[in-house]
């Protein structure tokens, strides 16, 4: 009798806290499993009155799978700091049983298969992701709130979902950004809590919590796949093309709440159809408002969010024939913050975000035969428009096999139909060699991000953009292409499994190797043969000589390793330059003469020899993470190199060690240095130092008179002297901004920056209004902009004309050193194969540039 009373008044005390933990986040109506603990009772704590670091929210995730047959637990991958990439896939017992088959039936409606017509049988699929951006952490508070909903809840609504759909939590996209916030936020909350917003708890140090390991904002990766979580993350969509994703963000403590429609027309994407923007957006909206009446919630609609560009989380999945839905909730960033409006804590933004989450599944459910309808007609009429437009492209670099792998790669990634030509090709002019060349045809289900990737867009609604507005990935890795009416000569189609690497074993030689510089991995090999102590010479003019493998042409920066001058012997001089080649994927050619048959020969003064980088950066406040980010990461994960962070307190003692040759200053504010540093940096140049500049850096460098430079040209201004309404200021300004375009630009390809270029047209991308005149000296211009150079995005007629001729990349000499200006950013994104040798030119040759 003991024991009955004791277990009742178990069960009373866990009905008590459980009831505590739901009141404030759900409704009256909800009923839970006692049996499955609640977040609160498996963290300590309740939600809201802590950050919740990513381990404890994969440790609920895992205890929920354990403890209920309504959720499986699915790892897809690891962070760069070894973090879990996990989903909490959730329905109802019996539909997990057959699990395999739903998710296969639900692809027939990918596979536009005629007679697909039992769509009343199938289960929609709603990918709940959350917390892309590490500092806007409420939406993983609120993921284990979803999940706990789901997989205890007992009342109608949570049973009609888990009969009718399958959930896929996806509770952290960004693990490592999470954590860093999370540290922080949770190492400066008070007791009482302090809700001032000059608080260092809502003040987070540079890099700040938003990005990933290598500082990359990941709601922007989905397009360029450049990181670990986005390629884990795609490859798991492609399990399932869900028909409905969320992707939760904080904005501003002063505002209130966000859920789509955004902007109508302006800020959509050009080949998403209508009727996701014009049909599904409004559909949902009247669940979502509904549900945020129902709290009391102040939110908006159809302004500022946009969902035009592909890499977004809320766009991807509109080109993927399901509903991508963006939300963005005031945030407290911190525990309690005060705001116009009063205080904002944690907890509410939590709620707010979970409101949203229940209302998305009530909506996949309410209309099912919808979105079911909306993704088989999407894909249908997706290959019918490929049909219509029929033949395809072609493409590839017959110089540079890495950067045609990556190319294909990536279009392999995203599910794109691609073919190696089995003959040559010519288009345009252009000719497409059968072992260098590739074609994607249009007749494909893929169509639309066929037409992501190879179309330029230059006609827009609208002048407003949020972000990018261009992103053609052909242009962006500079592949030659072109459009090819009819069907190529092509083999099978190409997998993953078929982008193996190009290296071969080069044979023995007393005399030299021979590296072509066109590849784009061979800064790694460079770098590994530096690391282990060889030297290495590079070619200023081109030359043809007798290798093992025939005789060959080689161009403007060809590697030479020549053996008798090396501190090791001949065998180990091969064993290196085979490590080397192994490691990057690329081939190397053994001579056994230095005489050429055309051009210099090897021991000509034309060869110079290469100075291994030691390279700085300056990082920290005042200077762009994301940029920093782009050189740590293509260093990195491209070439093997490290690269020594500090902080620009710590510059002026750092080049004064006399250990660092290069330096790098990314877009920043360095006015800060002090005029003792800037002298020491003045004076390390002209000790034969390189200083590499991107973007504001390099205002800062010609503004600030580190270098001698002409008059540059005036940022314009919207020209306009009549009278304008208020409401039209943001329009008119936006209409001058440049945001994020592509331009056709001319290279110097025999200058030692332009080393491994083959053809003078060069692709860039540019998205700042600095206009860099070409240089005084008419050899140091390196890259300059056509004098029409738009290929693809929006930028005014003014700005175009004024673009026109001015420099993106110039040298400036200083003593026996240089300071190497890009205008623009080589790196962006991860996606700029194109232009990243441009940088990496900088780093291994930038002493020797006369």
Known sequence: MKTHYLLVALSLFITTQVQSQTDYFYSPEARFDERIPTPEAYLGYPIGSMHTRHDAIVGYMRELARKSDRAVLDTIGKTYENRLLVVLKVTSPENHTNLEGIRKAHLKLVDAIPGNDALADQKPIVMLGYNVHGNEPSSSEAAMLTAYYYVAGLHNEVTKALEEAVLLIDPTFNPDGRDRHTTWVNSYKGDPLVSDPMDAEHNEQWPRGRTNHYWYDLNRDWLPLAHVESKARID?????????????????????????????????????????????????????????????????????????????????????GGLGLV????????????????????????????????????????????LLDHMSNYFSSAKREGQQAGGGWVFGDQADDGRNQAFVDLLLRHRIKTYALDQDVSVNGTQYLKSKAFYVPNDQLQYRMVRTMFEKVTNFYDSI?????????????????GRYS???????????????????????SDYAYLIEWNEYYAPKALNYL????????????????????????????????????????????????????????????????????????????????????????????????????????????KVGMPITKIQ??????????????????????????????LEGVKQW??????????????????????????EEKETP???????????????????????????????????????????????????????????????????????????????????LEKIGGTASLKVSSLGRGNVILFGDNPNFRGMWYGTNKLFLNAFFFGNLID
């Open 236 to 320: 798991y969509y492609h399990q399932w093309y869900p028909n409905v994703v969320t992707d939760f963000h904080e904005m501003g403590t002063n505002s209130t709440y966000f859920f789509e429609p955004t902007k109508p027309y302006g800020s959509e994407n050009p080949v998403v159809p209508r009727e996701n923007y014009d049909g599904l957006n409004n559909l949902f909206a009247q669940y979502f408002h509904k549900a945020l009446d129902g709290i009391g919630s102040l939110y908006f609609t159809k302004e500022v969010f946009d969902n035009s560009y592909p890499g977004y989380g809320s766009t991807y999945p509109d080109i993927h």
């Open 327 to 370: 939300f963005e909730q005031a945030s407290s960033r911190g525990h309690l913050q005060d705001s116009r409006m009063g205080k904002v804590s944690f907890s509410f933004t939590i709620k707010n975000h979970l409101t949203s989450s229940i209302a998305t599944v009530n909506a996949a459910v309410g209309e099912k035969s919808t």
């Open 465 to 481: 953009f949020y972000d990018a507005s261009a992103w053609t990935a052909a242009l962006s890795y500079n592949m030659p292409y």
């Open 486 to 508: 009819g069907k190529p000569p092509v083999g099978n189609e190409l997998t993953r499994a078929d982008l193996v690497s190009q290296y071969k074993a080069v044979p023995h």
């Open 530 to 637: 530096l690391t282990n102590g060889l030297y290495v010479n590079t070619a200023f003019k081109t030359f043809s000589i007798d290798t093992h493998d025939g005789p060959m042409d080689f161009g403007y920066g060809t590697l030479l390793i020549p053996v008798g001058r090396q501190e090791v012997t001949a065998e180990e001089v091969n064993q290196i330059v085979n490590e080397a080649t192994k490691l990057a994927g690329i081939q190397a050619y053994a001579t056994k003469t230095g005489y050429s048959t055309k051009g210099i020969d090897l021991g000509s003064g034309n060869f110079e020899t290469i100075r291994g980088p030691k390279a700085l950066m300056v990082i920290g406040d005042g200077t762009s993470s994301y940029e920093a980010g782009e050189v740590w990461h293509l260093l990195d994960e």
């Open 648 to 677: 620009s307190d710590d510059l002026r003692r750092a080049i004064g060690q006399g250990n660092y040759n290069t330096l790098v200053l990314v877009s920043g504010n360095y006015n800060s240095l002090g005029e003792e540093t």
């Open 685 to 710: 140049i002209r000790n034969g130092g390189t200083l590499i500049t991107i973007r504001r850096a390099t205002e800062w460098a010609i503004s600030s008179g580190l270098i001698k430079t002409n």
């Open 717 to 799: 201004k919207a020209e306009t002297t009549e009278r304008l309404d208020y409401v039209t200021a943001r329009d008119v300004r936006g209409a001058t901004a440049i945001g994020g375009s592509m331009y056709q630009t001319d290279l110097d390809i025999s200058h030692p920056l332009g080393f491994g270029y083959t053809r003078r047209d060069l692709p860039v991308y540019r998205n700042h209004d600095h206009f860099m005149t070409p240089s005084d000296n008419a050899f140091s211009t390196v890259v300059q902009y056509t004098e029409n150079p738009l290929l693809g995005g929006y930028v005014s007629h003014e700005n």
